[in-house]
């Protein structure tokens, strides 16, 4: 499993898809995503990490995403502590 950190520096949202650009620095983030298939669970998993990730942008918390070595599709994410 991979983790990338920093900040959350946008976020685009779409019915299927988010996009999330983490890190630093507006200009040294790395893009990952937040899917939805459209089952119940999914939609609800998805739902709740956009609003962690807008949360978190919002009020510069850092944040750690993890997701697979060969993917960019979050499957788990955390807030650093203050």
Do not use: K
Not at 20 to 25: A, F, K
Not at 74 to 80: H, N, Q, W
């Amino acid at each position: 499993m991979a983790e990338t950190s920093g900040l959350v520096q946008r976020l685009s949202v779409f019915e299927v898809l988010t996009c999330v650009w983490v890190g630093p620095r507006p200009d040294n983030a790395e893009i990952l995503l937040v899917l939805n298939d459209g089952s119940p669970a999914s939609t609800s998993f998805a739902g709740t990490l956009v609003e962690i990730l807008s949360a978190a942008m919002t009020n510069y918390r850092s944040v750690v995403a993890i997701h697979d070595d060969n993917s960019a599709t979050i499957t788990s994410l955390r807030i650093d502590p203050v």
